[in-house]
């Protein structure tokens, strides 16, 4: 993995646990509704507040879809020692044909001495495609993963959570409290506050998330995954916060993955690489 150098004690330790996620990692072995309806406010917009809780949520990643693109910031987090490290990417997603294209910023501790360029990753259905993964991986090639290979189905390897897998975990939402209104960006959102089934998920997502959720649901040491999500006027996602707990060595680690879109409507373009353009060769560790 990408994430081995690190300088003092508590920064160690939090590296090391990003590591033991599988984050920015290159194999498995790293890892050890419809958006139709709803009550209308009489403008054809759709009434948040007119719906339950459970309904909107199992309904967002339709939503989504219906919006078509969008742009995206991610942040990925944990904490050992007192201390935070945290991977950032930007970029746009298409939830229509659930593909994206970002660019993944490792912290320094991660990057190593002599630093590293942002990581270019995109999203296909059961696919990570990683460029400028370093460890000896040409400049001009692409490392391809098959996330339904990967115990954490691409939640936290990438160091980005796959924006539709994202939505598609609300699908498992319960125990859901309403916490309030507020404004995200200008935007008023309403939040709510739970619990995602891995499994329960799963089994109701989309036949292309499906694969990589049931490997993550397989995968973690808890399929209990708490959330908050923000859902503006219109039912589209506008940030959610999920809280995955995973076994590594010694006590379990919990790693906090947030998404937020804007943007939407924006055409997204992803050209997946050619055969010829695909890493085949050996990966270094470091």
């Given at each position: 993995?990408?994430?081995?150098?690190?300088?003092?004690?508590?920064?160690a330790?939090?590296v090391?646990?990003l590591?033991?996620?599988?984050?920015?990692?290159?194999?498995a072995?790293?890892f050890g509704g419809?958006?139709g309806?709803?009550a209308s406010?009489?403008?054809?917009?759709r009434?948040?507040?007119?719906?339950?809780p459970?309904?909107?949520?199992?309904?967002a990643?339709?939503?989504?879809?219906?919006?078509?693109?969008?742009?995206?910031?991610?942040s990925?987090e944990?904490?050992a020692?007192g201390?935070?490290?945290?991977?950032?990417?930007?970029g746009?997603y298409?939830?229509?044909?659930?593909?994206?294209?970002l660019?993944?910023v490792l912290?320094?501790?991660?990057?190593?001495?002599?630093?590293?360029?942002?990581?270019t990753?995109?999203?296909a259905p059961?696919?990570?495609?990683?460029k400028?993964?370093?460890?000896?991986?040409?400049d001009?090639k692409?490392?391809?993963i098959?996330?339904?290979t990967?115990?954490?189905?691409?939640?936290?390897?990438?160091?980005v959570t796959d924006p539709?897998?994202a939505?598609?975990l609300l699908?498992?939402?319960?125990?859901?409290?309403y916490?309030?209104?507020?404004?995200?960006?200008g935007?008023?959102?309403?939040?709510?506050?739970?619990?995602?089934?891995?499994?329960?998920?799963?089994?109701?997502?989309s036949?292309q998330?499906?694969?990589?959720l049931?490997a993550?649901a397989?995968?973690?040491?808890k399929?209990?995954?708490?959330?908050d999500?923000?859902?503006d006027?219109d039912?589209?996602l506008?940030?959610?916060?999920h809280r995955?707990t995973?076994?590594a060595?010694?006590?379990?680690v919990?790693v906090?993955?947030?998404?937020?879109?804007y943007?939407?409507?924006?055409p997204?373009t992803?050209n997946l690489?050619d055969?010829d353009?695909i890493?085949?060769?050996e990966?270094?560790q470091?």
């Open positions: 993995m990408v994430v081995q150098q690190y300088r003092d004690g508590g920064r330790r939090a090391r646990a590591a033991a996620a599988g984050v920015i990692a290159v194999s072995g790293c419809d958006a309806s709803g406010d009489g403008s054809g917009r009434s948040v507040a007119a719906d339950r459970l309904d909107l949520l199992g309904q990643a339709d939503v989504l879809v219906e919006a078509g693109g969008a742009e995206t910031r991610t990925m944990t904490a020692g201390t935070r490290v945290t991977i950032r990417g930007q746009a298409d939830f229509r044909r659930q593909l994206g294209r660019k993944v912290p320094e501790e991660a990057a190593g001495a002599d630093g590293h360029r942002p990581i990753e995109l999203l059961g696919t990570l495609y990683m400028n993964r370093g460890a000896g991986v040409p001009d692409w490392v391809r098959d996330t339904t990967l115990k954490d189905g691409n939640l936290l390897t990438g160091g539709m897998a939505a598609e699908r498992g939402a319960a125990d859901v409290t916490a309030g209104k507020s404004e995200l960006a935007v008023t959102v309403h939040h709510y506050r739970g619990v995602a089934d891995l499994g329960r998920a799963a089994r109701a997502a036949p998330s499906r694969g990589a049931s993550a397989k995968g973690f040491s399929d209990a995954v708490p959330f999500a923000y859902l006027e039912g589209r506008r940030k959610v916060r995955f995973f076994s060595e010694g006590p379990e919990s906090v993955s947030t998404l937020l879109l943007g939407f409507g924006l997204v992803v690489p055969e353009a890493y085949t060769g990966i270094r470091g």
